[in-house]
């Protein structure tokens, strides 16, 4: 039986690291509908996730040009639409995290399914945080709404492969409460 083929269809690599993590419960951006995202770090040395994003990118607008052109006369050049990967060195030079990487913003009206490297499915929250690295399954797709065109980006499953410094700046608990018995409490 033959396998078929989703051009618009890609696995990251194992060393994306998710960001803004928001797996488990969905999440209303500017007063839309609740989704569940997350935003995937790609290194930049990672060719062939970045490769394999941007052939999808490019599967999908020639799927969607007719999408795309709407009610206009003609599709717009992939060049002046809206697209999902972005530059982590230009568009978060501050941030060492995003430091020679790519990221792309990833979503869906439904919960993604989340398995460890074993591929058990993964039931406790604290598993999956901001920070951790892992393999995504994405899937690039046309739209145009409200006068906004592009290619967006959908998030299918998730793939925790290793465990990362937590993103955001929050501590956790052993962390805060690992003080020497000496220790003054109160100071």
Do not use: H
């Not at 990118?57 to 709407?70: D, F, N, P, T, V």
């Not at 690295?133 to 959908?154: D, E, H, K, Q, V």
């Amino acid at each position: 039986m033959a396998k078929i083929v989703n051009k618009t269809k890609v696995i990251t690599g194992p060393r994306t690291r998710w960001s803004y993590a928001n797996v488990w419960d969905p999440k209303s951006i500017n007063g839309g509908t609740p989704k569940y995202s997350v935003s995937l770090i790609i290194p930049k040395s990672d060719r062939k996730t970045v490769e394999a994003i941007k052939a999808a990118i490019q599967a999908a607008y020639e799927e969607g040009e007719s999408k795309l052109k709407g009610n206009g006369k003609t599709v717009p050049a992939l060049s002046v639409i809206k697209t999902p990967l972005r530059d982590g060195d230009a568009e978060r030079p501050d941030d060492p995290v995003y430091a020679d990487a790519y990221f792309i913003n990833a979503n869906s009206a439904t919960a993604p399914g989340i398995v460890d490297a074993d591929l058990n499915p993964i039931l406790e929250r604290s598993e999956v945080y901001s920070g951790v690295y892992g393999r995504a399954s994405i899937n690039l797709y046309a739209f145009n709404s409200n006068g906004n065109r592009g290619i967006a980006c959908g998030l299918n499953n998730l793939q925790k492969i290793s465990d990362g410094e937590p993103l955001g700046g929050k501590s956790c608990a052993e962390d805060d409460f690992s003080t020497e018995d000496d220790d003054d409490y109160l100071s």
